[in-house]
């Protein structure tokens, strides 16, 4: 088997390693079911080093064995019923993945394909899809003032990648989430996984947001944020009043919808996201100034109060466009100007739409 596997080819794959390299790295969509748990590893390791291979490997033997083993391997049989397409792979592809072939063999009769090279070799196959010589379709990035509605103009392209979706972060003051960002190595398996699926279905252009080399705290690779920051920019216009629209559902409304889905307590859920956005707020005090993020700070705790008391979101809107005309737009308009790009294109949300569709079809 090729160390080099269309992406198709990952869909479903039994992640056969310890648990400790998986929370390091794995592939989008592979499973966790491991042939040794970390403390069996560990004792093993112990092994390995005073005594060496064979008595490690007999010791491996002994642990994974009788109704231990019978039960992992029926992990693995059952997942791979429901999984026809499965593929096995180990960190480096030896024999942890080789045992575990042989055995879902030996019990159910199968083959299973095991990834040569294991996670290293695809991940290094992963990296170099990120490198900008392989790069096959033109980067053009969406730009525009904060709020404009990107993202969800992004989402409706065929060939665009969700930069911030990959980070699970919206790249702003307020940009995390309730859940997590990934590990730095997810966040560039996933998107070289998204980069190459871009590259198959042959498109001629690469949309992407205009991001910053960090998103939160995922960051892209040096030479493919050079790539893309010195691609033409789209620019995305967009009214004031449907700014503070896109900032309201996304920030407030659906900001709070993530904190209660995290909490049992509604009226809990929606104070932590409170607190949360006023630790945001107070973090850009020496930019906006002590006095501004006071009159902010003073209209986002009425919209509070108004909201529990009555369910209204609407008093938000203030204290939003207030951040809008003080904070972001100021920033936004310094960095285009000091950045001297090129702006090829610029429109309202359908004007920009089908600009781009145009230019995939011409």
Same mark, same amino acid.
């Given at each position: 088997?090729?160390?080099?596997?269309?992406t198709?080819?990952?869909?479903n794959?039994?992640?056969n390693?310890?648990?400790?390299e998986?929370?390091?790295?794995?592939?989008k969509?592979?499973?966790?079911?491991?042939?040794?748990?970390?403390d069996?590893?560990?004792i093993?390791?112990?092994c390995y080093?005073?005594?060496g291979?064979?008595?490690?490997?007999?010791?491996?033997?002994?642990i994974?064995s009788?109704?231990?083993?019978?039960d992992?391997?029926?992990?693995w049989?059952?997942?791979?019923?429901?999984n026809?397409?499965?593929?096995?792979?180990?960190?480096?592809?030896?024999? %942890? #993945?080789? !045992?575990a072939?042989?055995?879902?063999?030996?019990?159910?009769?199968? $083959?299973? @394909?095991? =990834? *040569?090279?294991?996670?290293?070799?695809?991940r290094?196959y992963?990296?170099?899809?990120?490198?900008?010589?392989?790069?096959k379709?033109?980067?053009?990035?969406l730009?525009?003032?904060?709020?404009?509605?990107k993202t969800?103009?992004?989402?409706?392209?065929?060939n665009s990648?969700d930069?911030e979706g990959?980070a699970?972060?919206?790249g702003?003051?307020?940009?995390?989430?309730?859940?997590?960002q990934?590990?730095?190595?997810?966040?560039?398996?996933?998107?070289?996984?998204e980069?190459?699926?871009h590259?198959?279905?042959?498109f001629?252009?690469?949309?992407?947001?205009?991001?910053?080399?960090?998103?939160? %705290? #995922?960051? !892209?690779p040096?030479s493919?944020?050079?790539l893309?920051?010195?691609? $033409?920019l @789209?620019? =995305? *216009?967009s009214l004031m009043?449907?700014r503070?629209?896109n900032?309201?559902e996304?920030?407030?409304i659906?900001?709070q919808?993530?904190?209660?889905a995290?909490?049992?307590?509604?009226?809990?859920?929606?104070?932590l996201?409170?607190?949360?956005?006023?630790?945001?707020?107070?973090?850009?005090?020496?930019?906006?100034?002590?006095?501004?993020?006071?009159?902010v700070?003073?209209?986002?705790?009425?919209a509070?109060?108004?909201q529990?008391?009555?369910?209204?979101?609407?008093?938000n809107?203030?204290w939003?466009?207030?951040f809008l005309?003080?904070?972001?737009?100021?920033?936004?308009?310094?960095?285009?100007?000091?950045?001297?790009?090129?702006?090829?294109?610029?429109?309202n949300k359908d004007?920009?739409?089908e600009?781009?569709?145009?230019?995939?079809?011409?």
């Amino acid at each position: 088997m090729k160390i080099v596997i269309t992406t198709n080819d990952f869909e479903n794959i039994v992640l056969n390693n310890i648990p400790f390299e998986f929370e390091k790295g794995a592939f989008k969509t592979s499973i966790n079911m491991p042939i040794l748990t970390n403390d069996e590893r560990h004792i093993i390791g112990i092994c390995y080093k005073e005594k060496g291979n064979a008595e490690a490997t007999k010791l491996g033997y002994e642990i994974v064995s009788g109704k231990t083993k019978e039960d992992r391997i029926g992990k693995w049989i059952n997942f791979i019923e429901q999984n026809p397409n499965t593929m096995i792979y180990c960190f480096r592809g030896g024999s %942890r #993945s080789t !045992i575990a072939q042989s055995w879902i063999n030996e019990v159910a009769k199968k $083959d299973i @394909i095991k =990834l *040569e090279g294991g996670y290293k070799a695809f991940r290094n196959y992963l990296i170099t899809s990120l490198e900008p010589e392989n790069i096959k379709s033109k980067p053009l990035m969406l730009t525009g003032y904060t709020g404009s509605g990107k993202t969800i103009l992004l989402n409706k392209l065929n060939n665009s990648i969700d930069l911030e979706g990959i980070a699970n972060h919206r790249g702003s003051t307020f940009g995390h989430h309730v859940t997590a960002q990934p590990t730095q190595i997810n966040f560039e398996n996933n998107l070289a996984y998204e980069i190459i699926k871009h590259n198959n279905k042959r498109f001629k252009y690469m949309i992407l947001e205009d991001e910053s080399k960090n998103i939160g %705290r #995922s960051f !892209i690779p040096t030479s493919l944020y050079s790539l893309f920051h010195g691609a $033409d920019l @789209i620019f =995305l *216009e967009s009214l004031m009043e449907e700014r503070v629209d896109n900032i309201l559902e996304d920030y407030v409304i659906n900001g709070q919808k993530e904190f209660m889905a995290s909490c049992n307590d509604k009226d809990l859920a929606i104070e932590l996201w409170y607190e949360d956005m006023l630790k945001s707020m107070e973090r850009v005090k020496s930019k906006l100034g002590g006095d501004r993020l006071k009159i902010v700070i003073d209209e986002f705790n009425k919209a509070y109060d108004i909201q529990k008391s009555n369910g209204s979101y609407d008093y938000n809107r203030v204290w939003i466009e207030l951040f809008l005309h003080n904070y972001y737009d100021p920033m936004y308009k310094h960095s285009i100007e000091k950045g001297n790009r090129n702006i090829i294109f610029r429109g309202n949300k359908d004007e920009v739409t089908e600009y781009i569709k145009s230019l995939e079809n011409n």
